[in-house]
């Protein structure tokens, strides 16, 4: 399965400020998924990032809050804007080859 | 939509026991199911990935089944240890589509 490479692990950041977190893939896959951890609460899917095309939003998720990139067919990036406490979460990116697998995850604190 | 329930939510046993971890799916046409283990703070860590077509899948002293006709799922621990002390979370999904979890059981093996 792959192996994914995720950074960065933690990070605490000032309110109104913005976050890029990173995959890297080390095979090529068509669809890499973003999810979000709340404190105390299971894994919440944000989007769906296709290489090539737009990102996907769940209910409740907006691009303007959580842009997400797909330059290759190995990496993505997704970004927290305009930060608030109610965004410390762990972040966690995946992909689906033989079962799904995730990267470490990013724990975020937002004060 | 699926929807994946977990119960119980935690649980706490002796050393040396086994235990079973239960979890029910809304939508029958599942594609995979799969286990995974989170420590506090950390990443996702599979387990078993049971596929549409199988029954159940062994890895050493974990053992999971898929009943797709009642909707369940059920992760066997045998002999269990303080190591195994994390949360456990259920997922699954229908189709080529995300993974859906369920909020975990929180398990704790005392020495």
């Known amino acids: 399965s792959a192996v994914i490479s995720q950074k960065p692990s933690r990070d605490i950041c000032q309110r109104g400020t913005s976050l890029t977190i990173q995959c890297q893939v080390d095979?090529?896959?068509?669809?890499m998924f973003w999810y979000r951890q709340q404190p105390g609460q299971s894994l919440t899917l944000i989007a769906t990032?296709?290489?090539?095309?737009?990102?996907?939003?769940e209910s409740g998720f907006v691009i303007d809050k959580f842009p997400i990139s797909r330059p290759n067919l190995t990496f993505s990036t997704l970004t927290v804007s305009n930060m608030s406490p109610e965004d410390s979460s762990i972040y966690l990116c995946?992909?689906?080859?033989?079962?799904?697998?995730f990267g470490s995850g990013t724990r975020l604190t937002v004060v | 939509k699926q929807e994946v329930t977990q119960i119980p939510a935690a649980l706490s046993v002796p050393e040396g026991e086994n235990l079973v971890l239960n979890c029910s799916f809304t939508?029958?046409?599942?594609?995979?199911l799969q286990w995974f283990r989170q420590d506090p703070g950390k990443g996702l860590t599979s387990l078993l990935l049971?596929?549409?077509?199988?029954r159940e899948q062994t890895s050493g002293r974990l053992n999971a089944s898929l009943d797709k006709s009642s909707g369940r799922s059920t992760l066997y621990i045998a002999a269990s240890q303080p190591g195994d002390s994390a949360t456990y979370l259920c997922?699954?999904?229908?189709?080529?589509?995300?993974?859906?979890f369920g909020k975990g059981t929180r398990l704790s093996v005392i020495a």
């Open positions: 997922a699954a999904n229908s189709g080529n589509t995300p993974l859906v």
């Open positions: 095979s090529q896959v068509t669809m």
């Open positions: 995946s992909v689906g080859t033989e079962g799904y697998t």
């Open positions: 049971i596929q549409s077509s199988q």
């Open positions: 939508d029958s046409a599942i594609y995979n």
């Open positions: 990032a296709n290489q090539g095309s737009e990102a996907t939003y």
